[in-house]
Each structure stands twice: as structure tokens, then as C-alpha cells.
């Protein structure tokens, strides 16, 4: 069993970005999205936080609704906008946003939920409705067209959420960890395992390799279990190799997550990745999660790969 040493915590930087330290009042939030994706429950979801939720509002009066000084104790926005919208429009919109971006008294922040091409396509197949974005169109069409026209609006969002594999309870988690209202100012932190042979996951920043790591799948009595069971757990970091990797893994992010916090981001995926995505991956991360829980952090710890159960909750295909 490996000693934990203690360490000094990194220093945070003593002034946190706008868009983070902005009252409750003032926060607005963009909700849009590929068709699909999950749009409808986010909105619920941000109700559920104390969000004034406004679903399809038109463009046009987007900047009447928020740049009203009467009401300076309204809750907090959570606006829908997407191509059911009548004057749906990318670059009007990002021309909106970056306008109501220099309000002072608004933060304003762009929320993109997507999802793969196979999973939209299945939603849309389960609920047999039409894609909004040509309803004489095959849904498969519907969604190429879609995302072409959200090419743009998706690589400039504040936060990218992919819904693909999501439950419903995860997306609340991810909105929520993000979104709420009553959290302490700062960079919001996720650490995600995953399996290679999954795919790589879409949206991290950071993706570190453990395959290296003695594998708990070839011993019998730890192959049914995932690295959250301390069984597994003390098992890969006996291995001589792990002290040395996450002495080096922390000493890599120490330095550098105060300077993405001082560039303004708000939120950052470090994704731990092995085999299946059932063990070394999880085990690490969860010990990754807890280090950094540890100087002060706000981190979600998910495991995108371990097992769910046979009729695993789904993410509602909602627009």
C-alpha cells in the first residue's frame, strides 16, 4: 500500500474571472443544441436550480428580456434558442451574445448540448417525430444540415455538454455542477474515466494514459469489480509504477490549472483513460478527484465505462 504523502496546495489566483463572480441576478444562460441532445431537460433541469427558464424566444427579443433595469432581483436566466426559433439566425445570435457579453450588469454564457449522429438519430427514431430542421427531410438529413448550420455556434460555446452516453441524472449532475447558483466562485473541475476501447471521450482537455498500470482484469477475484471498490483501488496503486506517475500527473496540473483559471475558464475535463475503462482508469481518477477536492476545488468525478444495468435511465431525446 502506498503512503500518501502531504503536499502544499496550489495558490489560486486572488481574482476570479466575471463570468464566475457575476450575483445570481445578473447570470444568463444560452441553452442550445443540436436537435435531440437534450434541450428540453436541460431547461427543466435549470427550473429545478431556481433559473427562470424561456424556451424557442425569439432573437429579436432576446435583448429586451435581459437588458431590462426594472426588476434587479429577478432570478437567474435560462434561455432556449435554437432553429425551431422563427428568426433562428448563428450569426445574429453570436452577434447578440457578444453585445450582452459587455452589459455590465449580465454574465452571459452559451450552453451547447450535443450528441453523436447515431444516438440523435435513434432518439429521433424512438419518438417518431420529425427533425426540426426539414420535416420533408429523412431525420439523417435533418441532422447533417443541423449541424452544419451549428458548426460555428458550437466551437465558440462557453460549455459543451455531450449527452451521448449521458443519464438523465448525470446530465443534472454535469448542469449542475456548473450551473447552481449557490456554489463558491471558481473553476469547475471534472475528472472522467474512460475506456480506449470505447473511443476517446469528446470535450476533455487533458486525456493521461494508465495502460501502463498492472491490470486488475487478469486477476479473478478483482475482474468483476471497478476501481471504485478499494480492493481494485489498493491493487493499482501497489504497483510500483503509480507513485512516481501521479507524483508527476499532480506536479503537471498544479502550475497550470491557476492559469486556466486566470484565462477565464470556466470549467476544465481531465479525462484518466485505460483498457475498458472498468479499473486502473477509475481507481485513478477517483484518486485524482480526491486530491483536488482536497485543495479546495469544485470537482465531479464520472465514469463514463463502468457497467450500467440492463435497462440503463437514458438521456430524454428533447430538443
Not at 486572488?14 to 431537460?41: C, E, F, H, L, N
Not at 453585445?99 to 435513434?122: G, S, Y
Request: aromatic share 6%; glycine share 6%.
Amino acid at each position: 500500500m502506498i503512503s500518501q504523502e502531504t503536499r502544499v496546495p496550489f495558490p489560486l489566483p486572488p481574482q476570479q474571472p466575471a463570468s464566475a463572480t457575476a450575483p445570481a441576478s445578473g447570470r444568463v444562460v444560452i441553452v442550445t443544441g443540436m436537435s435531440g441532445a437534450g434541450k428540453t431537460s436541460a431547461l427543466k433541469i435549470f427550473e429545478d436550480l431556481g433559473y427562470e427558464a424561456v424556451d424557442n424566444l425569439p432573437l429579436r427579443l432576446l435583448g429586451g428580456l435581459l437588458q431590462d433595469p426594472a426588476q434587479p432581483s429577478a432570478r437567474p436566466l435560462a434561455i432556449g434558442i435554437d432553429i425551431r426559433t422563427r428568426d433562428f439566425d448563428v450569426a445574429s445570435l453570436q452577434a447578440r451574445l457578444r453585445d450582452l457579453q459587455k452589459t455590465d450588469h449580465l454574465t452571459v454564457q452559451l450552453l451547447f448540448l450535443d450528441a453523436d449522429d447515431e444516438i440523435l438519430r435513434n432518439r429521433f427514431t424512438e419518438t417518431r417525430r420529425r427533425h426540426p430542421a426539414g420535416e420533408d427531410l429523412p431525420v439523417s438529413d435533418g441532422i447533417t444540415v443541423e449541424r452544419s448550420l451549428l458548426r460555428d455556434l458550437r466551437s465558440h460555446a462557453d460549455v459543451l455538454i455531450d449527452t451521448s452516453l449521458l443519464s438523465p441524472q448525470q446530465l443534472r449532475d454535469q448542469i449542475t455542477h456548473l450551473f447552481t447558483t449557490t456554489q463558491s466562485p471558481g473553476m469547475s473541475l471534472f475528472v472522467l474515466s474512460f475506456g480506449f476501447r470505447n473511443g476517446l471521450p469528446r470535450g476533455a482537455d487533458m486525456v493521461f494514459d494508465v495502460r501502463f498500470l498492472r491490470n486488475p482484469h487478469y486477476d479473478p477475484s478483482l475482474r468483476p469489480l471497478t476501481g471504485q471498490n478499494p480492493l481494485v483501488s489498493d491493487y493499482v496503486m501497489a504497483d510500483p509504477a503509480f507513485s512516481g506517475f501521479f507524483t508527476h500527473l499532480t506536479d503537471l496540473l498544479a502550475p497550470l490549472l491557476p492559469r486556466y483559471q486566470q484565462e477565464g475558464k470556466s470549467y476544465l475535463t481531465i479525462a484518466i483513460g485505460c483498457t475498458g475503462g472498468q479499473h486502473r482508469s477509475v481507481a485513478t481518477a477517483e484518486r485524482l478527484a480526491h486530491w483536488l477536492a482536497d485543495r479546495g476545488l469544485h470537482v465531479l468525478v464520472r465514469h463514463r465505462d463502468i457497467p450500467r444495468p440492463e435497462t440503463p435511465e437514458r438521456t430524454e431525446g428533447t430538443t
